[in-house]
């Protein structure tokens, strides 16, 4: 499956964004799907994740309660609405992959999108 991420961009501390993965190919229902950040210098970190047919969704303790996680299985996509954004959410934002359960480690995920970024200014 190949995945391409969009809709980063740059906001002011407190707004909002709304980053979109359009998968291709088939079975995009039976993939777990994930988004990553990494910011300059710093690891690849978990952000959400969402089971294949949506109803379980895992957040870091950092985004809970300002992100939202959610999928389309008819239009292959995931998307991540983030609200109240904070200068520390400055990453590139990556989607994700992952053939089994929900998982934080990244290198447990299959295939990756190619990154968006996102810069929260103060």
């Known amino acids: 499956v190949q995945l391409q991420a969009s809709g980063g961009g740059l906001v002011q501390a407190g707004g909002s964004l709304r980053l979109s993965c359009v998968a291709s190919g088939r079975s995009f229902s039976i993939y777990t799907m994930g988004w990553f950040r990494q910011a300059p210098g710093e690891e690849r970190k978990f952000v959400a994740a969402?089971?294949?047919?949506?109803?379980?969704?895992y957040y870091a303790d950092s985004v809970k309660g300002r992100f939202t996680i959610s999928r389309d299985n008819v239009e292959n996509t995931v998307s991540l609405q983030m609200n109240r954004l904070k200068p520390e959410d400055t990453a590139v934002y990556y989607c994700a992959a992952d053939m089994t359960y929900i998982t934080v480690v990244a290198a447990e995920y299959d295939y990756w999108g190619q990154g968006t970024q996102v810069t929260v200014s103060s």
């Open positions: 969402i089971s294949g047919s949506g109803s379980s969704s």
